[in-house]
């Protein structure tokens, strides 16, 4: 029988140590990336109050993102980003900083959503419509 033996009890004994808990429900030690995002979880929520000042930062790090791009993106990735942002903040909603990680996506993909629509908006007319060359000679 597989998993009946004394070695089954000593693989459940060490995943529990893993997942935070000894055999006896005391915490076990954490490792060096369970502390620093520990540590990092309790200086974000210490700062709790001073959120709403980064999103301005976001914002506009979406938009120099969009601008420091080598080729204008598409629509479709700009909306994409956004939809996506939107739905990892609504996943993330009920995570300790969740609403935190989602709201700094969501305000970084609407900053590059913004400088999109402005491009778009301010494009001249004919400047989708083929080019056409001119050699400057007066005919008379």
Do not use: N
Request: charge should be positive; aromatic fraction near 8%.
């Amino acid at each position: 029988m597989r998993g009946k033996g004394r070695g089954s009890c000593r693989f459940w004994a060490s995943a529990m140590r893993v997942l935070g808990e000894d055999e006896g429900g005391v915490p076990a030690r954490r490792g060096l990336v369970s502390a620093i995002l520990d540590s990092s979880a309790r200086l974000l929520e210490a700062e709790q109050d001073r959120w709403m000042l980064w999103v301005s930062v976001l914002f506009a790090a979406g938009i120099l993102t969009y601008f420091a791009l080598a080729d204008e993106p598409g629509l479709r990735l700009a909306l994409a980003l956004l939809i996506g942002a939107l739905g990892f903040c609504l996943a993330l909603r009920h995570a300790p900083l969740g609403l935190c990680i989602g709201g700094a996506a969501f305000a970084f993909a609407t900053g590059f959503a913004v400088a999109k629509l402005r491009t778009e908006m301010v494009r001249a007319p004919g400047s989708r419509a083929r080019a056409s060359l001119c050699d400057g000679r007066r005919v008379r």
